[in-house]
Every structure is written in structure tokens, then in C-alpha cells.
Antibody, heavy 118, light 113 residues
Framework: EVQLVQSGAEVKKPGESLKISCKAS????????IGWVRQMPGKGLEWMGI????????RYSPSLEGQVTVSADKSITTAYLQWSSLKASDSGMYYC???????????WGQGTLVTVSS | DIVMTQSPDSLAVSLGERATINCKSS????????????LGWYQQKPGQPPKLLIS???TRESGVPDRFSGSGSGTDFTLTISSLQAEDVAVYYC?????????FGQGTKVEIK
């Protein structure tokens, strides 16, 4: 069974850095791109970016490129999303996701709630 | 970016009645070399991550009830719930995976009338 288990909720101050994680199991980690989708409170889904765990190739949404970093460590089958300097507008729910052949997102993590407030 | 526009934003349907959600893409998501539409549908219930219902515009995922069906091609797509059940109350999203950045519709909230 495919499982994506994310790290717990975070409360941070503006300007702080953050790295959240997504531990994958139940499949061959290096065979599937893995990425992140954000959902602001009461809003819809926004695709952020993906990483190929085999070679660390990445793709980003142009609106977010440079603001976040997506990465993966195949030795521990874990993907990451990180910020170097958080803003209040980064507050929201973040889901990791797996893309199967063809690119459809077929599995999701349970979500990590990030709150950025002074 | 491909813009995905859903209609309506919300709808209320009686139990056992049909619910229809439309999704329009700003450009075709039909890949001519394999004749596949790179369009999926997701269901999201409160406090849960989305769940994949349909891929390739019309292929139902394993375990998804057959009252859910998808249709359409090119730029116009439809998700139909043939006989609405109480457990179908949720927000539904269409999603294109034709190119990057992947994009979603704004969501359609389905409620019981």
C-alpha cells in the first residue's frame, strides 16, 4: 500500500526558515515523481513543484520558483519542501503527492499545516 | 499556464438525483500522439486530502463507485454523479496534467438539497 506520511504542524514567525517532510513507503521511491500542493484556508488547490527522486531533477510553478525548494533523499525515501524566509502569506495546508505514469497525482499525504504569524 | 474553470461553483442536489459538474480548460489537454486527455477529477471532503476519482478524463479509479463518471475531450469535460448519496458531499476539482505548471479548477461544492 502506498503511504505518504508528512511531518507535523508548524508554527513559525515571519522571516524564519522551515523544512517539512514527506516519508514515502509501499512502492519504489525512485520510480515516481513526488511533489507538493498547497491549499490556503478555505481555498482551492495550487500545485507548487515536483522532484524526481532518482536524479533530483525539479520542476516548479513559475509563481513560486525561487520562493521554495523541493528536494528528495532517496536513501531514506523522503521528500522535502523548504522555505528560507517565511511570510505570513505562506500560512496554509501543504500536501505531498505522488505522480504515477502519465503524470496524474494518485496518492496524497495527510497534509502539514503551516502557520506563520508574528 | 492552462487555466481550468469549473461550473457551477456550488450545487445542491436531492439524494438519488444526478449531479453534473463542468470543467473547461483554456487550451486543449488532448495529447495527439496517444489520443489521451490529461484530465483528472478529485473529491475532497473536509479535513481530508483530495482523492483521485477519475484519470484520463473518463477512467474510474479502482474502488470508486460506478455512479461517478467522467466524459469530454479537448477543452470541455464533465463529472457526473448519477445518483447522489450522502457520502458524496464534498468539493470536487478538475486537474490538468498535460503540462507544467499543473493546474486545478477552483472547485465545485456539492451539497444535499
Amino acid at each position: 500500500e502506498v503511504q505518504l506520511v508528512q511531518s507535523g504542524a508548524e508554527v513559525k514567525k515571519p522571516g524564519e526558515s522551515l523544512k517539512i517532510s514527506c516519508k514515502a513507503s509501499g512502492y519504489t521511491f525512485t520510480n515516481y515523481w513526488i511533489g507538493w500542493v498547497r491549499q490556503m484556508p478555505g481555498k482551492g488547490l495550487e500545485w507548487m513543484g515536483i522532484v524526481n527522486p532518482r536524479d533530483s531533477d525539479t520542476r516548479y510553478s513559475p509563481s513560486l520558483e525561487g520562493q521554495v525548494t523541493v528536494s528528495a533523499d532517496k536513501s531514506i525515501t523522503t521528500a522535502y519542501l523548504q522555505w528560507s524566509s517565511l511570510k505570513a502569506s505562506d500560512s496554509g495546508m501543504y500536501y505531498c503527492e505522488r505522480q504515477r505514469d502519465g503524470g496524474i497525482i494518485d496518492s496524497w499525504g495527510q497534509g502539514t499545516l503551516v502557520t506563520v504569524s508574528s | 499556464d492552462i487555466v481550468m474553470t469549473q461550473s457551477p461553483d456550488s450545487l445542491a442536489v436531492s439524494l438519488g438525483e444526478r449531479a453534473t459538474i463542468n470543467c473547461k480548460s483554456s487550451q486543449s489537454v488532448l495529447y495527439s500522439s496517444n489520443n489521451k486527455n490529461y484530465l483528472g477529477w478529485y473529491q475532497q471532503k473536509p479535513g481530508q486530502p483530495p482523492k483521485l476519482l477519475i484519470s484520463w478524463a473518463s477512467t474510474r479509479e479502482s474502488g470508486v463507485p460506478d455512479r461517478f463518471s467522467g466524459s469530454g475531450s479537448g477543452t470541455d469535460f464533465t463529472l457526473t454523479i448519477s445518483s447522489l448519496q450522502a457520502e458524496d458531499v464534498a468539493v470536487y476539482y478538475c486537474h490538468q496534467y498535460y503540462n507544467n505548471p499543473r493546474t486545478f479548477g477552483q472547485g465545485t461544492k456539492v451539497e444535499i438539497k
